[in-house]
């Protein structure tokens, strides 16, 4: 069955791809373990999942993380995520620890869609949906430092890491994706374990 792409506006496009596999394990359940939280919590809404500070007092960074994950292989990945905006406007996605020279994040805002900075060792990328969400993606290269950490930051007003931890930070996120590919393909759910997609041929 054919795959119909209307993203662009008037005339679908054949969408075809290559083979890919989402690394991520748990793709869509934020609130599982899988997940590390910094100063955050996870709330389920329908079909939606809540990012918000954990209204601890103080002030802090507030984060979904993935740590300590291994790439197993050296090459070129795209960590994608969907985010949509309920309060705060900047979103900072963090390569950690593979092969980073500390310059491995890059800030979006999803307010105005576009990217305010782009990492030193990332490509990033931003692109709006008509339902409200934003997909953004980075895509960086690991050759020798093949442990890291993926991370998503809620910025303050001002682009700035520190929060005031008093609930009020929140994005909804939804689907995240990690590839051995140059740039994010489209989405591939997984539950417990990755997933691959075949790729697409094209025959008359």
Same mark, same amino acid.
């Given at each position: ?12 496009? $054949? ?24 100063? #955050?919590?996870?709330?389920?809404? /329908? ?8 209204? +601890? &007092?103080?002030? &802090?960074?507030?984060? $979904? *993380?993935?740590? +300590?994950? *291994?790439?197993? +292989?050296?090459? @070129? ?7 949509? !905006?309920?309060?705060?406007? %900047? ?5 950690? &620890?593979?092969?980073?020279? /500390?310059?491995?994040? #890059? ?5 105005? /869609?576009?990217?305010?900075?782009? /990492? @030193? ?11 409200? =969400? =934003?997909?953004?993606?980075?895509? %960086?290269?690991? @050759?020798?430092?093949?442990?890291? &950490?993926? !991370?998503? =930051? ?6 700035? @890491?520190?929060?005031?931890? *008093? ?18 393909? +489209? ?18």
């Amino acid at each position: 069955v054919p795959r119909l792409d209307y993203s662009d506006g008037g005339c679908p496009k $054949l969408l075809t791809e290559v083979q890919s596999e989402n690394l991520i394990e748990y793709s869509e359940d934020f609130s599982d373990s899988y997940w590390d939280k910094t100063n #955050s919590i996870i709330t389920q809404q /329908g079909d939606e999942y809540l990012l918000s500070d954990d209204n +601890s &007092g103080g002030s &802090g960074i507030v984060a $979904l *993380d993935k740590f +300590s994950f *291994d790439l197993g +292989s050296s090459g @070129t990945y795209t960590y994608s995520i969907f985010v949509k !905006r309920v309060a705060n406007k %900047f979103i900072q996605l963090i390569s950690a &620890g593979f092969d980073s020279d /500390g310059s491995g994040y #890059s800030v979006f805002d999803i307010e105005n /869609g576009h990217i305010t900075q782009e /990492g @030193t060792n990332h490509i990033a990328r931003i692109k709006q949906y008509p339902n409200g =969400y =934003y997909r953004l993606s980075i895509t %960086f290269t690991s @050759t020798i430092d093949l442990v890291g &950490g993926l !991370r998503l =930051y809620i910025l303050n007003e001002n682009g700035e @890491t520190t929060n005031t931890l *008093d609930g009020t930070n929140q994005v909804i996120i939804a689907n995240a994706q990690l590839e051995a590919q140059p740039q994010a393909t +489209s989405y591939i759910p997984t539950n417990v374990s990755t997933q691959q997609r075949g790729a697409d041929s094209v025959t008359n």
